[in-house]
């Protein structure tokens, strides 16, 4: 992934409405009218951070007749959590350095005490 679209998705990510949005999301599309019932922020600013949410390619929207409706777009996430992969296995590995030294610390400690 571009660092300019990691930086987007994050930035994105980084708002709990907009996290509140996208969760919504998944449970299937919606009109920006439900996301506004389903929150305590106007529809102006609900619009805000739909925008927010689409130049980072996280949502998308169609027209169904007359309605506009929100749709998630999983990629991008998919992408950050690739990126976060390697992170996930560096804390894996360093708690398996501190698995193994408590258990030594532990076999010595029970030697010393015999």
Not at 71 to 87: G, I, N, Q, V
Request: hydrophobic share 40%.
């Amino acid at each position: 992934m571009q660092t300019a679209e990691l930086d987007r998705t994050f930035r994105a990510l980084a708002d709990p409405t907009r996290r509140a949005i996208l969760a919504r999301l998944t449970k299937g599309e919606a009109t920006v009218a439900t996301l506004t019932e389903q929150s305590e922020l106007t529809q102006p600013a609900i619009s805000k951070h739909l925008r927010v949410l689409e130049d980072a390619g996280l949502v998308s929207r169609h027209r169904d007749a007359q309605r506009r409706l929100c749709r998630l777009e999983a990629e991008p996430l998919r992408e950050a959590t690739r990126w976060l992969s390697d992170y996930r296995e560096f804390w894996a590995r360093s708690f398996e350095h501190l698995d193994a030294l408590l258990a030594e610390l532990n076999r010595a400690e029970a030697e010393d005490a015999r």
